[in-house]
């Protein structure tokens, strides 16, 4: 595996590589340069071109956005994208390639497949060009470029027709300054930032993908291509089959889940039932339920919705590019990445690398995955030296969604985590949970996979690899009201084995004046 590992390294340099150079056109600004403030505009001159603006009408009434977006269409584009194997072995013929109207989910050697774009016709445009098209689109209403994945659709699926596409407007997530977590906790830390993943349609990331994935099947479904598919389905540890069971629910497609029962929180089993999915809970893990989906959607026309199918990867990788836009294009030096099933630190790699073969910045940020030590496959793979690679079955972990022992898209993290000279690192159930309530003692309300990321995070600094002046960014992946009960039973200290040292359970007080005036009195340390 580690020999495949580092043949992809090398083919994905090719998959990346500018058409008529060795080196990425570089970005002039520089990464680490601080663009200077632009000069107050002249006020009068202000008033004079408000007064030339020419008004712009609303669109006729009986007209929707999805109307108005075709009666507006220009001409087509040049750009297309298409699949091919993943990782690339001596068994695959170096032409193969699919379309991605085909209904392929492996290579014809029974690797993993990736979506490859026409990076010649891209790079026809200037990083600059890209730039300004971007950030032209951030907070619109116009059809489909108000969703922070379809406002990149040059860079995603440049092929579907925009009538095709399911959204709800998911993406253009929070990038939140962790002021205080970083001054008083991370050793004076000046440039932290969380990226809020989870407050999305859903709450979780995985909205970034599903939209991709469900648009590409609303597509194959209708005309002309008019494919056999009677619905989508997955196996899920929560926030995949939410965000499944939405975005299928508004394409009006049916939707299969393959949950492991009695492991996932109530807050994401709430939500595919909500949303009108077929639900079946199954005594099994993720790892049985996702051997059980690949049977089925193999003898039935269901679409396979898990990472195993790459689409959901090139949305994922959008929130890679809006850090970047967020940074007004300056390139971070650490993003620290959750990791599971592993497809999110590869699409996290692949947004930052397009961005710099395309010229839009010129270098991609050091990536740390980060694992919780009851399922941290990819964590012994790493100590190991990339040597040996051993599944194994993953123990409870109050991060759920990444209790995975056996990620499908270990490969394609190994490839991301060498291109940038990553780090793999581990939190235990005690390190996650108090890097998680400290987070929030600080203003956040973070989730446990959070959790495990700031433990990590934590670490790093106290081993001085991550300095305090880094421009770091955490990536939280799903919201902290999915996983109350971690939060409830921490905070009561109803955990076996944990000392849940930032516990801080409500105050029973008698309902007078001089009982509640002593318990302020000691609690606020007589500060008042």
């Known amino acids: 595996m580690a020999t495949a590992a580092a043949a992809t390294a090398s083919s994905l340099s090719l998959l990346f590589a500018h058409p008529h150079s060795s080196n990425p056109r570089p970005f002039a600004g520089g990464s680490h340069l601080r663009r200077p403030l632009r000069a107050a505009p002249d006020r009068a001159r202000c008033a004079s071109d408000a007064a030339t603006t020419t008004t712009k009408h609303r669109r006729p009434a009986e007209e929707n956005i999805r109307e108005e977006a075709a009666r507006l269409r220009g001409p087509g584009n040049d750009f297309s994208a298409w699949y091919v194997p993943f990782p690339p072995t001596p068994e695959d013929d170096p032409d193969e390639r699919y379309s991605l109207d085909e209904v392929v989910y492996r290579s014809s050697s029974g690797g993993l497949l990736d979506v490859c774009h026409d990076m010649e016709a891209l790079a026809r445009f200037p990083g600059s060009y890209w730039r300004d098209l971007f950030d032209s689109r951030v907070g619109r209403t116009a059809w489909p470029y108000g969703s922070g994945v379809w406002s990149k659709k040059e860079f995603v699926l440049p092929e579907i027709d925009s009538d095709h596409i399911v959204s709800l407007f998911e993406g253009n997530s929070n990038l939140f300054w962790a002021e205080r977590l970083g001054r008083e906790h991370l050793g004076g830390m000046t440039d ?5 993943c989870g407050i999305s ?4 990331f995985k909205d970034l993908g599903m939209t991709v994935l469900v648009s590409q099947v609303n597509r194959l479904r209708r005309a002309p291509l008019s494919r056999p598919i009677n619905g989508v389905g997955c196996a899920s540890t929560g926030d995949t089959s939410a965000a499944l069971s939405a975005y299928c629910a508004a394409a ?11 492991r996932i929180s109530l807050q994401q089993l709430i939500q595919p039932i909500a949303n009108g999915a077929t639900v079946l809970s199954l005594d099994t893990d993720f790892d049985g339920c996702m051997r059980l989906i690949r049977e089925v959607t193999a003898e039935l026309p269901i679409y396979l919705a ?5 689409l959901r990867l090139e949305g994922q990788k959008t929130a890679a590019i809006e850090i970047l836009q967020q940074f007004d294009w300056q390139v971070p030096d650490w993003v620290i990445v959750p990791g599971g ?5 590869y699409a996290f790699y692949k947004g930052f690398e397009m961005c710099r073969v395309l010229g839009l910045v010129d270098r991609v940020p ?3 995955c980060a694992q919780a030590a009851n399922a941290n496959p990819l964590y012994r793979f790493y100590k190991s030296g990339w040597t040996d690679f051993q599944p194994r079955v ?3 972990t109050f991060a759920s969604a990444i209790q995975i022992g056996d990620p499908v898209s270990v490969d394609r993290a190994v490839v991301a985590l060498k291109a940038t000279d990553g780090i793999v690192e581990e939190a235990t159930e005690e390190e996650l949970m108090d890097a998680m309530s400290l987070a929030d003692r600080t203003g956040m309300f973070a989730c446990p996979h959070t959790g495990v990321a700031l433990a990590a995070l934590f670490k790093l600094r106290d081993q001085r690899i991550i300095g305090p002046n880094d421009r770091t960014v955490v990536v939280s992946t799903a919201h902290g ?3 109350t009960q971690s939060k409830i039973d921490y905070h009561d200290r109803n955990i076996k084995d944990m000392l849940c040292q930032y516990a801080n359970p409500p105050i029973n007080v008698k309902a007078d004046f001089a009982s509640v005036m002593d318990v302020l009195q000691n609690k606020l340390n007589g500060k008042i």
């Open 201 to 204: 349609h859903t709450g979780s």
């Open 394 to 396: 993953a123990e409870t």
């Open 366 to 368: 050091r990536l740390v």
């Open 306 to 310: 898990n990472s195993l199918n790459s």
């Open 341 to 345: 099933n592993l497809g999110n630190i």
């Open 481 to 483: 009201l999915k996983f």
């Open 252 to 262: 009006g497609i049916p939707a299969i889940v393959f949950l492991p029962a009695d």
């Open 192 to 196: 932290l930032w969380v990226k809020h």
